[in-house]
């Protein structure tokens, strides 16, 4: 019903820059809350990156703030993650997600597919 694709990973030096795109599309009728989720190497638990909600409200893991931002294009159903001064402990597979409202008035939370993030030393 509804898919949602990542884009902008790849690999990067330290202290580099990097940003990631998540599209989603299908039977939407309106988006709420979205966000970016990553996974580190070794099977740890998804952890929380950033979300923003459809009011624009943002909140960050504490190791992000002030170098990432969390941003959405509402017309585009898009939401983005813009990376600064990244490190080789960001290293992951970078998830998104958002909370769809479909047309037929369901919400869910849909996921991506992953894109890999990868900070060398």
């Known amino acids: 019903q509804v898919q949602l694709v990542e884009s902008g990973g790849g690999l990067v030096q330290a202290g580099g820059s990097l940003r990631l795109s998540c599209a989603a599309s299908?039977?939407?009728?309106?988006?709420?809350?979205m966000g970016w989720y990553r996974q580190a190497p070794g099977g740890k638990q998804r952890e929380l990156v950033a979300?923003?909600?459809?009011?624009?409200?943002?909140n960050y893991a504490d190791s992000v703030k002030g170098r990432f931002t969390i941003s959405r294009d509402n017309a585009k159903n898009t939401v983005y993650l813009q990376m600064n001064s990244l490190k080789p402990e960001d290293t992951a597979a970078y998830y998104c997600?958002?909370?769809?409202?479909?047309?037929?008035?369901?919400?869910?939370?849909?996921w991506g597919q992953g894109t890999q993030v990868t900070v060398s030393s």
């Open positions: 979300v923003i909600t459809s009011g624009d409200s943002t």
């Open positions: 299908g039977r939407i009728f309106s988006i709420n809350a």
């Open positions: 997600n958002a909370d769809v409202k479909t047309t037929g008035r369901d919400i869910w939370r849909y």
